[in-house]
């Protein structure tokens, strides 16, 4: 009677001991740095690992301007395999310091001029663009009688005093690219003006671009100044919010990929980097974002203000890379003494 369970439990440790099939064997862990949305990374991860079935992704995610700084630490070390969903400011400046490894994925010459590389081999690829927006808490302006604003100007109004919230753009990429809008739309001294006037009606600099219209959603904050994406996530979601569209320009910002120059992974690096500029993972973006990399996929995110691709500032994302570290250093010194405290 005793004898299946005994030899049931005199194999369980030599069966614990024998190798993986040969496919769980013979994947490739990619470590990729991303300042993807949280919610966004397991439908990255089972799109590309399906795709790509030779491929494990590990994330390690944080806001743009940390996976910034933390790639620019690690340049001498590298940790990371692949950049996938970053800044393409961040990826000129990492470019600029001979941080990524040329690679022009299969297909990529179909991307829209501006979502590639002007290099040959190409260093890093756009995937979409994401776009300032003003979430507009119609709740808290019917309680606090607030106008609707409609321009960025309209932000110095002294009724919104303590009423605003913005993210840091030295750890937000939503918080340099609109910073980049500015200095585009009213150039470098009015901008500053600008920043310095509004800064009197902020009541605080998050470190996250998400986390503006998520406080404005929920009543914190009449005002958040975040991204197109998680305003129109949030407003389809049911959240009391208005999406405004500045009619004086709104800064934007495309979204990037690369691979690390340094990977051990060069060969797997390049076959991710060959999915993230597919129609398939083009039509995985589209699922969030209403700009896309490749001109023959339509995106299929619903709600998006048709005013976002009519009223683009004009930013050079190379000057803005390349000035990168002068502007955030200015800013803070500036404007820092509001941010949240970091976690």
């Not at 949280?38 to 992704?57: C, T």
């Not at 995610?61 to 620019?72: E, K």
């Amino acid at each position: 009677m005793l004898r299946r369970p005994l030899l049931a439990a005199l194999a369980a440790p030599l069966l614990a001991t024998l190798p993986l099939d040969d496919a769980a064997a013979q994947r490739t862990r990619l470590t990729v740095y991303t300042a993807l949305e949280n919610e966004q990374l397991p439908v990255f991860k089972q799109a590309a690992e399906a795709a790509v079935p030779g491929i494990e992704i590990v994330w390690v995610r944080d806001s743009t301007g940390v996976i910034t700084t933390r790639l620019l630490a690690e340049k001498e070390n590298p940790r990371a395999d692949v950049i996938w969903g970053l800044s393409v400011f961040s990826l000129q400046r990492l470019e600029q310091d001979n941080m990524l490894l040329p690679y022009t994925p299969i297909g990529a010459a179909e991307l829209r001029p501006q979502f590639r590389s002007d290099k040959s081999p190409m260093t890093w690829i756009g995937m979409d663009a994401f776009v300032s927006a003003v979430c507009f808490n119609t709740m808290v302006a019917r309680q606090r009688n607030l106008p609707t604003p409609t321009t960025w100007a309209d932000l110095l109004n002294p009724v919104y005093r303590g009423l605003i919230a913005m993210p840091n753009p030295a750890s937000s990429g939503t918080g340099l690219l609109t910073v980049a809008g500015w200095l585009g739309t009213q150039g470098e001294e009015n901008a500053w003006n600008f920043m310095t006037r509004l800064h009197e009606n902020v009541a605080v600099y998050t470190h996250s671009g998400s986390a503006p219209c998520n406080n404005a959603a929920r009543g914190e904050y009449a005002i958040g100044i975040s991204f197109d994406m998680r305003a129109v996530t949030l407003k389809n979601q049911g959240a009391p919010i208005e999406i405004i569209v500045p009619t004086d320009g709104v800064g934007f910002d495309l979204e990037g990929a690369a691979i690390v120059r340094g990977t051990r992974n060069e060969e797997a690096a390049k076959k991710l980097m060959d999915f993230a500029v597919s129609q398939a993972a083009m039509a995985v973006y589209g699922r969030y974002y209403a700009l896309l990399g490749h001109p023959a996929v339509t995106p299929t995110v619903q709600g998006y203000p048709a005013a976002f691709s009519e009223r683009l500032a004009k930013v050079d994302f190379a000057a803005v890379a390349a000035n990168r570290d002068r502007i955030l250093a200015e800013w803070s010194r500036r404007f820092d003494a509001k941010s949240a405290p970091r976690n």
